[in-house]
C-alpha cells in the first residue's frame, strides 16, 4: 500500500558506495507515513505494543558506524564531514567532530593501556592472540608468568586485566588458562580473587564463549564441583578442562599460533604418559584436525578426482596437464554460449546442483553443461574448484607479496605483479592461472552485456585464487580483489612466460 | 530533536544477507539514501547508518551490507556475531537465492545460538512482475514455518526500485527487535550465578 515518502530528500552528497567499509551519513529526511499494507499483515498476529504507524519524523543525525571498525585507512576522510552542515530541515549541524574518530582511536587502545600498565604488560600475563576459526578473539592468560605476590601490584594487575577485556568482550571471546606455574609464592589472594570476580560485571560473562583450563589439578577440580550447585549450568558448559596441550587442536584454536610458554611446553613434555599410545592418539587428533577445517581435503582421492585435491594429483591424471575437465568444460561452455550472462560469477547457484555435477567430475563422468543450461552452474563451478584446491592457485608463498602489491604505487603495481606471475609463480600454477586469467579477461571485455568488469569479477574471483592460511578476514579482501582486477584488466602485460 | 538524543540512544546493529546479486545494497541505499543505485558492483561490506523515528521512539540504525557470494561465507559467521537483528533478502526473480534463504536463518539461529531471532525476510524486485518465479505464498509459507517457533520473523515484499515497503521492512524490523528485547530477550537477561573460576 502507501508507502509514500510524504517529503523523501535526497542527501546532499554522493556516496561512492562501493567502498569498503564506507561508512556513510546521512541526514535524509524521513517522512514515511506508512501504513501497513497487504505485505505486513504477518507481524501484526504478535505486535501487541500497538503498531500505530506514525509519522516518523526526521532528524538529522551524525553518525559513524562501528561495525567491523578495523578498516580505518577505507575511513571517508574526516575533512569531508567535519564540516557544518544544512540538511533539508536547515538544521545547521556544528560539532560533527565529537562523534567522529572513535574507531581510529579504539586501534591504538590496547598500546596506550601498554603503555600505562608498562610494568604489568611487559609480563606478557595476558595475551591477545587474534582470532580463533570461529573468529572469536583468543586471550590467553599465563599463571606461571605471574612474578611472586609481594613484587606485583595486584590492584593494577586487575586494572590491567579489566582495561585489556574490556576492549573485546563486546564480541565473543575465548580465554585460555595455563594453570600449571601458579604456586604459593605468585598466588593472588583469594581476597583479590574476590574482588575480580565482583568487577568483571555481566558483558565480560555472556560473551566469554569458552573458558579452556590447561593442566588442571585436582584442586581446581575439586573447588569447582564444590562450588557447582553455585555455578550457572550454562557457564559450566563453556569450561572446558584440557590435559595436554595437544588436546588444545580440537578446540578451533589456531594452535601453531598460540604464544605458549615454554614453561608450559616444558611441563606438558614431562606428563606425557611413556606409552605410545597416547601419542598416537594425539597424532591422530591432529591429523583430523588438517583435513576437518580450512580446506576439505580429500583424504585418499581417486584417480578422478578434481575437487579438493592438489595440482600434482591433477596434473598426474590428467596426462601431465593442469587444465583439468571441470575447467575446459566450463570455461568451454561459458566462452560459446554465456559471455553475455548478465552477473556471470556474481550469481550463485543452488548448492546441491553444485554438489551434485562435483561428484560426477569426481567419478570421473562426463557432465554436459549446455543439457543442464545454467551458466552460473558452470560459473560457480569453476570457482568452487579453484576454492577447493589444496593450496589456492596464487599459492600461499606469494600470499604476502599479492597483499603487498596493493600498496605500491600505481606505476609499479603491473610490472610488480608481472614479475610474481611471470618469474615466481610455479609452472603448473602458471599455466592453469593463465589459461582461467585469459578467460576472465574476455568476461570483462563483454562487461556492457554481461556487467561484469574487470573490477567486478576482481570482486568475485579473488577469493577463489589466493587465501591465506588463518582466519580471512575483510581487511585483505580489497588488496586481493585489486590484485585479481590487474590480472584481468592487465592480462596482456602480466602473462609473459 | 536535540543531539543528546540522538547520542543517547543505542545504535541497533542491522545485518542484511541473502545470496548474490538479489538487491541487497539496492535496498540498503534506498532505505538510507533515497535513491535507487543503478550500479553493479557486488558489495564486499559497506555500512551505514541512519536514524529515524518508529513508533514514537527514536532509533538509531548501523545497517551491514554484505556479500552474497559464497566465496564470502568464511565472514559470514563474523558479522552474524554482531548484527542484533537480520534482514535476509532475496529476490523473486531468482530461484537460488530463494533456496538459500531457508540455510541463512538456520545459520543465524546456530551462531546466535537462539532458537528465535528478530529476522524480517524480503522478497525483493516484485516490480518485475515478469520475470517472476517465485510466489508470495511459497515465500510465506516459508516464513510460517519458522514462525512455529520464532514469533519474531516476519516477510515482506519490497522493490528497491520503486521504493515500496522499503521503510516498512526497515522498521518493522526495528519493531520486532523491540518485541523480542520486551519479550524473549528478558528470558535470556536472567541473572545467572557465576563462578569465580
Known amino acids: 500500500m502507501a508507502s509514500g515518502p510524504a517529503a523523501q530528500s535526497v542527501p546532499a552528497e554522493d556516496n561512492d558506495g562501493s567502498e569498503i567499509g564506507d561508512d556513510c551519513e546521512f541526514d535524509g529526511a524521513e517522512a514515511a507515513g ?11 498476529e504478535f505486535d501487541e505494543s500497538g503498531l500505530e504507524l506514525t509519522e516518523n519524523e526526521a532528524i538529522p543525525v551524525e553518525d559513524q558506524l562501528y561495525f567491523m571498525a578495523n578498516n580505518p585507512e577505507d575511513d571517508p576522510s574526516d575533512e569531508n564531514l567535519g564540516a557544518g552542515r544544512i540538511t533539508p530541515e536547515g538544521y545547521i549541524d556544528e560539532d560533527f567532530e565529537d562523534t567522529l574518530g572513535s574507531p581510529a582511536t579504539e586501534v591504538n587502545t590496547q598500546d596506550l593501556v601498554d603503555t600505562e600498565f608498562k610494568e604489568i604488560s611487559r609480563l606478557g600475563i595476558i595475551q591477545v592472540v587474534g582470532d580463533d576459526r570461529l573468529g572469536r578473539k583468543v586471550i590467553i592468560f599465563s599463571a606461571c608468568r605471574l612474578p611472586p605476590a609481594e613484587n606485583l601490584d595486584h590492584q593494577r594487575l586487575l586494572k590491567y586485566i579489566i582495561n585489556t577485556l574490556s576492549q573485546y568482550v563486546e564480541n565473543d571471546y575465548v580465554l585460555v588458562y595455563f594453570h600449571h606455574g601458579l604456586n604459593s609464592k605468585n598466588k593472588p589472594s583469594f581476597a583479590w580473587l574476590k574482588q575480580a570476580y565482583s568487577e568483571f560485571d555481566r558483558k565480560y560473562k555472556k560473551n566469554l564463549k569458552a573458558f579452556l583450563i590447561v593442566h588442571p589439578t585436582k584442586l581446581i577440580k575439586a573447588l569447582y564441583f564444590l562450588f557447582k550447585p553455585f555455578i550457572s549450568v550454562k557457564f559450566g558448559r563453556k569450561l572446558t578442562y584440557v590435559n595436554y596441550l595437544a588436546d588444545l587442536k580440537s578446540q578451533n584454536l ?57 595440482l600434482q594429483h591433477i596434473k598426474h591424471y590428467n596426462g601431465g596437464s593442469v587444465i583439468c575437465p571441470v575447467v575446459e568444460h566450463t570455461i568451454k ?75 605500491l ?44 568488469t574487470a573490477l567486478n569479477l576482481g570482486i568475485v574471483f579473488g577469493p577463489s585464487l589466493i587465501w591465506s592460511r588463518q582466519q580471512a578476514s575483510l581487511t585483505v579482501m580489497k588488496p586481493i580483489n585489486c590484485f585479481t582486477q590487474l590480472l584481468i584488466l592487465h592480462y596482456n602485460h602480466i602473462f609473459v612466460r | 530533536m536535540s543531539k543528546s538524543v540522538s547520542k543517547s540512544v543505542k545504535p541497533i546493529k542491522i545485518v542484511v544477507i541473502g545470496s548474490g546479486g538479489v538487491g541487497k545494497s539496492a535496498l540498503t541505499l534506498q532505505f538510507s539514501k533515497s535513491k535507487f543505485f543503478l550500479d553493479y558492483d557486488p558489495t564486499i561490506e559497506d555500512s551505514f547508518s541512519k536514524s529515524c523515528y518508529i513508533d514514537n521512539e527514536m532509533a538509531r540504525l548501523d545497517i551491514l551490507d554484505t556479500a552474497g557470494q559464497e566465496e564470502f561465507t568464511s565472514m559470514r559467521e563474523q558479522y552474524m556475531r554482531l548484527g542484533q537483528a537480520f534482514l535476509v533478502v532475496f529476490s523473486v526473480t ?104
Open chain 1, 254 to 310: 589456531y594452535f601453531d599460533q598460540l604464544p605458549i610458554p615454554q614453561r608450559v611446553r616444558e611441563y606438558d613434555d614431562s606428563i606425557q604418559p611413556a606409552s605410545g599410545n597416547r601419542a598416537a592418539l594425539t597424532s591422530q587428533y591432529s591429523r583430523s584436525e588438517d583435513f576437518a577445517y580450512g580446506q576439505q581435503l580429500v583424504a585418499n582421492p581417486l584417480p578422478a578426482t578434481q575437487f579438493g585435491v592438489s
Open chain 1, 333 to 407: 561452455y561459458l566462452r560459446e554460449c554465456c559471455l553475455d550472462v548478465e552477473g556471470l560469477f556474481r550469481r550463485s547457484c543452488s548448492v546441491a546442483q553444485v554438489q551434485d555435477v562435483q561428484e560426477k567430475y569426481n567419478r570421473g563422468e562426463y557432465v554436459d553443461f549446455r543439457d543442464l543450461g545454467n551458466p552460473h552452474l558452470a560459473a560457480v563451478l569453476l570457482k568452487t574448484f579453484l576454492r577447493e584446491l589444496a593450496e589456492p592457485l596464487l599459492t600461499f608463498e606469494l600470499y604476502e607479496a599479492v597483499i603487498e602489491n596493493h600498496a
Open chain 1, 34 to 44: 506508512q501504513e501497513g499494507g497487504d505485505f505486513a499483515e504477518p507481524e501484526l
Open chain 2, 94 to 197: 531468482d530461484r537460488k537465492g530463494f533456496e538459500e534463504v531457508d540455510s541463512l536463518i538456520q545459520l543465524i539461529y546456530r551462531v546466535k545460538d537462539r532458537e528465535a531471532f528478530p529476522i524480517m525476510v524480503a522478497g525483493n524486485k516484485i516490480d518485475l512482475q515478469n520475470d517472476r518465479c517465485i510466489d508470495q505464498s511459497l515465500a510465506q509459507e516459508l516464513v510460517q514455518r519458522h514462525q512455529e517457533f520464532n514469533p519474531y520473523c516476519a516477510y515482506i515484499e519490497t522493490s528497491a526500485k520503486t521504493r515500496l515497503n522499503v521503510d516498512l521492512v526497515f522498521h518493522d524490523l526495528v519493531r520486532l527487535l523491540r518485541l523480542y528485547n520486551a519479550k524473549g530477550g528478558s528470558k535470556q537477561a536472567k541473572k545467572s550465578k557465576c563462578s569465580l573460576l
Open chain 1, 409 to 452: 604505487p600505481a606505476k609499479t603495481k603491473v610490472s610488480h605483479a608481472r614479475s610474481l606471475i611471470s618469474q615466481q609463480l610455479p609452472d603448473d600454477n602458471y599455466d592453469l592461472l593463465n589459461y582461467v586469467a585469459q578467460f576472465l579477461s574476455e568476461v570483462a571485455d563483454n562487461s556492457t552485456r554481461n556487467k561484469m
